[in-house]
């Protein structure tokens, strides 16, 4: 059973300084306009929350890029057909700008009828031949054309894709491939958006050395929240049931929030194989079925604390589901708080959906990618008057006693882990880390607390209008090429997914109580980082590394401060997270690369899970990673060795196999499990 008190594993408030939502002369947000001030760029990337206004932002650029850059003609490319509704026609100059945004009809393929790769191809052609702009289409029909007109045939035009993290460096994916081609043949300019720039399959969205060309504009979670009007607090959690889910559902659905309902897959454990049935039994659940609004096709439920309208896009019955659809896409209702109160869905209403009221995104089995479920989170992060709470629940179904049962419901536990400390990061200010040392000073515009800066501390700032953390460890390494610098700079939260991700780690951490920290944080860690970036040079690598252990590993530190926070304190701003890594570097007396490494980064996130799964539950997951536990691997030694070596060049010793320290003696094993190896081999 749910507990009736749901305990979030992230609670982050926000300041609400209607920052992010102002707009300067030109009409553009300060996403928009920060992106706009790279247009010039020939690769750009743009990294932005949903509702950050991603969408307008390329269409400033892009009529940019037509008018003053040269090129011929700008092709919009979105995943899916519902989202080229977010490139329709704008009058951009009612709001300042010095042009309006008009696709012709016949280009929105997106709105035409006929296949991917039939006509809707020939009309890209027809398009490529003709003197108008604009074009919108889906991934789909660019890949067949691509295949059909050769890349060549794109040569000094835009070319813009939506939801960047569709792409993968993996050559399967014919996406990527494309752009791979394009970017090699350079003559074309790109323009990328995401709201999540990384993969829910941990595969790298472009090859390093095209993303080296790519110039990036990040607007983060935190800048975007921190800056709406009325929403100031988001709660994510993972909880379980047992049992058939609908059951429970009531336990963390709460009638009175607006809602969107994702069922799990027909495929999953936590389906009962009827998905009909499911919907049924949750309306049931919320009262007493009044019948279907004729216009919209709304289910009409009346409960105890008054009436319910429900969209159902489960039904398979096309004429049923598109009226509802179209009901809620219905322009003329977006302000509506009342046109809908919930909305239950399986494949749809995730990406690009857009249902500003939205404040509870409940979401039953795990879905398959990290991806997902920030798309998923996103739709319930807009800004709306009146909601100052969002929230995300993902239900999940507790192990039962057979074996097969256990493995799969470990698996999802542990992803849904994965997704929570994520999030957290994704919901952080960003990091900046600085090496301690005697000549450092304090940097303008960042506030370090009471008493302002020590030089003889390691110093924590932050700066709020940025939404940047400076921290100053000892030890550091500071990354040396241009591309570390990016990584460290714009991608640990990309490194962090690798690592999360990885079920070994992600095991070791929250179930061996024989756990050494150091063999997550150092050798797996390292293996990440070097397999993911494998073009920088060791030095860079080990730079990597630490920003990204300790960008996880201070923000899991700081968590048991954020989660005291709660709404009955007067709070300014989001200042929790800061004071938690402020309070945690005072505590230790000195904040240093080898004491952020002895963490685990997983121990905040077991305690939570223990508040959330019962005992017994709890014991079975443990058993059932304990079980296929095994020992030292050929790689993992080497590791170590190389970690012995450097030891040795530090202290002029190599690590002692009886030392009391736990990680000079893990270090030790390494070494002697090689000679072993070695002298096993000798003899055969």
């Known amino acids: 059973m749910i507990d009736e008190k749901s305990i979030p594993s992230v609670s982050v408030s926000y300041a609400r300084n209607g920052s992010s939502t102002k707009a300067n002369t030109l009409g553009m947000r300060p996403m928009q306009e920060r992106a706009y001030g790279r247009r010039g760029e020939q690769y750009l990337v743009i990294k932005s929350p949903p509702a950050s206004g991603k969408s307008r932002a390329l269409m400033f650029i892009a009529l940019d890029k037509l008018s003053n850059q040269g090129l011929k003609q700008a092709i919009i490319v979105v995943p899916e057909k519902t989202i080229g509704a977010s490139f329709n026609d704008e009058r951009l100059t009612e709001f300042g700008f010095w042009a309006d945004w008009r696709v012709q009809p016949k280009w929105n393929l997106c709105n035409a009828p006929g296949s991917d790769d039939g006509g809707k191809v020939k009309a890209v052609g027809a398009f490529l031949e003709s003197d108008d702009k604009l074009l919108v289409c889906t991934h789909a029909t660019f890949r067949f054309a691509a295949d059909k007109f050769g890349i060549e045939a794109f040569d000094d035009r835009l070319i813009a894709v939506d939801e960047f993290h569709h792409v993968s460096a993996n050559p399967d994916n014919k996406l990527g491939l494309h752009l791979s081609q394009l970017i090699t043949r350079d003559r074309v300019h790109i323009v990328a958006m995401t709201g999540s720039y990384f993969r829910g399959d941990a595969e790298a969205v472009l090859s390093p050395h095209d993303e080296a060309k790519f110039d990036t504009v990040t607007y983060t979670y935190y800048e975007q929240l921190n800056g709406y009007e009325y929403l100031k607090q988001l709660d994510i959690g993972y909880f379980f049931y047992s049992g058939p889910y609908a059951d429970d559902i009531l336990k963390v659905l709460d009638p009175t929030e607006k809602t969107i309902v994702h069922i799990p897959s027909v495929n999953s454990r936590e389906s009962t194989k009827d998905k009909i049935r499911e919907v049924e039994h949750i309306i049931e659940e919320l009262g007493e079925w009044q019948g279907i609004d004729p216009v919209t096709g709304f289910q009409l439920v009346k409960t105890p604390s008054g009436h319910l309208r429900i969209a159902d896009l489960v039904d398979d019955d096309p004429a049923k589901r598109d009226r509802v659809s179209a009901a809620l896409k219905d322009p003329a209702q977006k302000n509506n708080r009342d046109h809908v109160d919930i909305i239950i869905a399986l494949g749809m209403a995730k990406e690009g959906f857009d249902w500003i009221w939205c404040e509870h995104a409940l979401t039953v089995?795990?879905?398959?990618?990290?991806?997902?479920?920030?798309?998923?989170?996103?739709?319930?992060?807009?800004?709306?008057?009146?909601?100052?709470?969002?929230?995300?629940?993902?239900?999940?179904?507790?192990?039962?006693?057979?074996?097969?049962?256990?493995?799969?419901?470990?698996?999802?536990?542990?992803?849904?882990?994965?997704?929570?400390?994520?999030?957290?990061?994704?919901?952080?200010?960003?990091?900046?880390?600085?090496?301690?040392?005697?000549?450092n000073s304090p940097t303008p515009g960042f506030d370090y607390g009471e008493g302002g800066y020590d030089p003889n501390k390691c110093n924590v700032g932050f700066n709020d209008e940025t939404g940047r953390i400076q921290i100053e460890i000892k030890g550091l390494v500071e990354p040396k090429s241009k591309e570390a610098a990016r990584i460290c700079r714009e991608d640990l939260n990309e490194v962090i997914s690798a690592f999360v991700q990885d079920k070994t780690a992600i095991e070791r951490g929250l179930f061996d109580e024989e756990l050494v920290p150091e063999e997550l944080t150092v050798v797996r860690m390292g293996k990440i980082v070097k397999d993911k970036y494998p073009e920088l040079d060791p030095e860079d690598q080990e730079a990597v590394r630490q920003h990204a252990v300790a960008a996880l590993n201070l923000t899991q530190q700081a968590k048991q401060t954020a989660a005291q926070v709660n709404d009955s304190e007067k709070m300014i701003a989001n200042t929790a997270l800061i004071d938690g890594v402020r309070k945690f570097a005072m505590d230790v007396r000195e904040l240093d690369i080898d004491l952020i490494d002895r963490i685990n980064p997983f121990g905040e996130a077991y305690a939570i899970l223990a508040k959330t799964m019962s005992e017994d539950s709890l014991k079975q997951v443990a058993a059932a990673i304990g079980a296929k536990r095994i020992s030292l691997t050929i790689e993992e030694a080497r590791e170590l060795a190389k970690r012995a070596l450097t030891f040795k060049k530090e202290r002029g010793r190599l690590p002692s196999i009886t030392s009391p320290d736990a990680w000079e003696k893990r270090m030790a094993e390494g070494v002697a499990f090689l000679a072993r190896m070695k002298a096993e081999a000798a003899r055969d």
């Open 365 to 439: 089995g795990y879905r398959s990618s990290l991806t997902e479920i920030v798309q998923i989170i996103g739709r319930a992060t807009r800004d709306a008057p009146g909601k100052t709470r969002a929230r995300f629940t993902n239900l999940i179904a507790e192990p039962d006693a057979s074996a097969e049962a256990v493995t799969d419901a470990v698996n999802d536990t542990l992803k849904a882990i994965a997704a929570s400390l994520l999030m957290e990061q994704v919901l952080a200010p960003r990091f900046e880390f600085k090496p301690k040392n005697p000549n």
